[in-house]
T-cell receptor, first 109, second 114 residues
Framework: RKEVEQDPGPFNVPEGATVAFNCTYSNSASQSFFWYRQDCRKEPKLLMSVYSSGNEDGRFTAQLNRASQYISLLIRDSKLSDSATYLCVVIVSGYALNFGKGTSLLVTP | GAGVSQSPSNKVTEKGKDVELRCDPI?????LYWYRQRLGQGLEFLIYFQGNSAPDKSGLPSDRFSAERTGESVSTLTIQRTQQEDSAVYLCASSSLGATYEQYFGPGTRLTVT
């Protein structure tokens, strides 16, 4: 079983739509959680951290459910520029990031 | 300031040859990581350097893979006797000690083994 699992998509949504991605992790001892974004043929970049209390950054909201071991990312009012692959990232301990394979999002006009 | 740089950006090599990939981290970042991303797959952790501590090599897939880092600067990842399954994008990242979760990635080296 993979440590971090994501639906690969693709999610095709029209501009202005709200879209949500989920990610599950297998290790209950996981400590830290993040969403990274990776544009096509580019390097991953940190999008936001994920906390149990939830956190919001503009149109993006991230949530952690420790009991069910899943992480979510909600994007409101989708823009064309949101098209990318969203990587769920979990740190069990220390420094090694465990990446999911990513969920592909395509926002269409 | 300058980000993480990697060279070469692309490398095509014949099976059995050795290759060396280079990473220049962000100045002042004490932590450096190597990852591998195969086509359509997630990132796989390979190795981690932190200052002068012994590196964490737990992610290296075989003894054909090795990496070195000089102090807190340049790192090289060496793959000996390359195999076709080594074809991937090799990504280097660096971070500051207090924020290892926020890793800044280089553009990667796309390795193709023919």
């Amino acid at each position: 079983r993979k440590e971090v699992e994501q639906d690969p998509g693709p999610f095709n949504v029209p501009e202005g739509a709200t879209v949500a991605f989920n990610c599950t992790y297998s290790n209950s001892a996981s400590q830290s959680f993040f969403w990274y974004r990776q544009d096509c043929r580019k390097e991953p970049k940190l999008l936001m951290s994920v906390y149990s209390s939830g956190n919001e950054d503009g149109r993006f909201t991230a949530q952690l459910n420790r009991a069910s071991q899943y992480i979510s990312l909600l994007i409101r009012d989708s823009k064309l520029s949101d098209s990318a692959t969203y990587l769920c990232v979990v740190i069990v301990s220390g420094y090694a990031l465990n990446f999911g394979k990513g969920t592909s999002l395509l926002v269409t006009p | 300031g300058a980000g993480v740089s990697q060279s070469p950006s692309n490398k095509v090599t014949e099976k059995g040859k050795d290759v060396e990939l280079r990473c220049d981290p962000i100045s002042g970042h004490t932590a450096l990581y190597w990852y591998r991303q195969r086509l359509g797959q997630g990132l796989e952790f390979l190795i981690y350097f932190q200052g002068n501590s012994a590196p964490d090599k737990s992610g290296l897939p075989s003894d054909r893979f090795s990496a070195e880092r000089t102090g807190e600067s340049v790192s090289t990842l060496t793959i000996q006797r390359t195999q076709q399954e080594d074809s991937a994008v090799y990504l280097c990242a660096s971070s500051s000690l207090g924020a290892t979760y926020e890793q800044y990635f280089g553009p990667g080296t796309r390795l193709t083994v023919t």
